[in-house]
């Protein structure tokens, strides 16, 4: 039988198409049967409670959930050394040997990231002020809640702290970061509010005669949402929510572009440098983004991406940042909110150091007894939960229960394969 050249062209055409198909098809790669059943599940619950789900690796059971990373890192700078190991580098330690209160105001600079890290090597408190949108009031406000000693900062924001230190008596320090050079318009403010200001290079060299104390530090996050008051996390928390399973080695590299006060963007370059990744920041301004990209070109972006597939995640802040995140190789994701009965779209499983449950949630409308799937409010248990609010006892006795529960407000369903979906 003879095939004319139409036909050869035409099933050559329905080949190449039907690969593309298969290709880009929102499909796992792994066999289906290993994402079918992604918690492990406790064999008995409470009225009104839902099961409590925990990572498949950190089972009922497992003597504790997973701390750290690694056995034998139990700070920040172990996890630092860690990463230095991984990539030959060669560490410097920063920081001033005193314990107290210490605010971060910087733009997008490597200094940032120094600091925090040096913070943590000398058991400072520091409170990472958000910056975008930026209102007098709320930088008094929370400069006056912690009484914040010294905050670092670039030059750009020195007006707005200026203006904000002769409300707050306790800012004593200044260090400039950048260039660190103060313009002249800026002395005679300085020297009238009696500050104490250095240069970040000064402070690096204070800082090579200096003794490392490791004590367990903490560190004070005001979110963005009014109703997240201010939250206080410890090393603790950031070790135990490092994913140790992500694919991240020392050929990576990183863009960071959002905001280094919120608690996600920290633990992802805490990830990073645990990994020995490099991480680049952006030029300063979003709408050169794209442009920072083509010059980074970096093999991690944080962002809502479209074409390419997804890791979704169930993100809080009062949980150092991540509470559930879909397997590394499950990308069967659609919308997540818009239609409840799609069971693909999820935020995957719990992390290895914290368990979920779902309690009724009557008032609304949800209970663990609802069908086809259990749903109610979300509560998270683990070592990555915050501590509680800042000097706010009887707020944090709200959220967190005598059983160590946090009560999220967030309203969820638990899938056949112990995948957590939100939907309210």
Known sequence: MEIDTLSVILLTLIIFFTYLFIRNAPNPDVHPILLSSQSDTTKVRYPGESAIYRNVNTPHGFPQL????????????????????????????????????????????????????????YSLVTVAIPHIPLFLGDVINQIQFTKIRGCIVAEEALPIILSAASSCPSLKYLIIAGKGEVSEEYHERINSLGLIVSTFEEIEEIGKQSKIEHVIAATIVFSSDPSSKNIVADVAGFLASIPNQQILTSEDIHLSYLSLAHIFERITLAALLFSGSAIAFYSGLLSNVLSDTEDVKPTIFVRITIGCQVIQMYVLTQCSGIVTSNAFYDYQLRNTTDNDDDEESHCGS???????????????????????????????????????????????????????????????????????????
């Open 66 to 121: 997973l701390s750290k990373p690694e056995n034998d890192i139990k700070t920040i700078k172990d996890l630092f050394d860690s990463g230095l190991k991984k990539d030959g580098g060669v560490r410097k330690c920063l920081g001033s040997g005193q314990r107290s209160e210490g605010g971060k105001y910087v733009w997008q600079t490597y200094e940032w990231v120094i600091a925090d890290l040096a913070s943590s090597y």
């Open 350 to 424: 719990p992390l290895q150091c914290n368990e979920i449950k779902l309690i009724d949630c009557v008032d609304k409308g949800f209970t663990v007894e609802d069908t086809p799937n259990p749903r109610g409010e979300i509560c998270v248990r683990g070592l990555n939960v915050m501590k509680g609010y800042y000097k706010q006892p009887s707020k944090t006795s709200q959220v967190i229960d005598s059983n160590g529960w946090l009560h999220t407000g967030d309203i969820g369903m638990i899938l056949p394969n112990g995948t957590l979906k939100i939907i309210h």
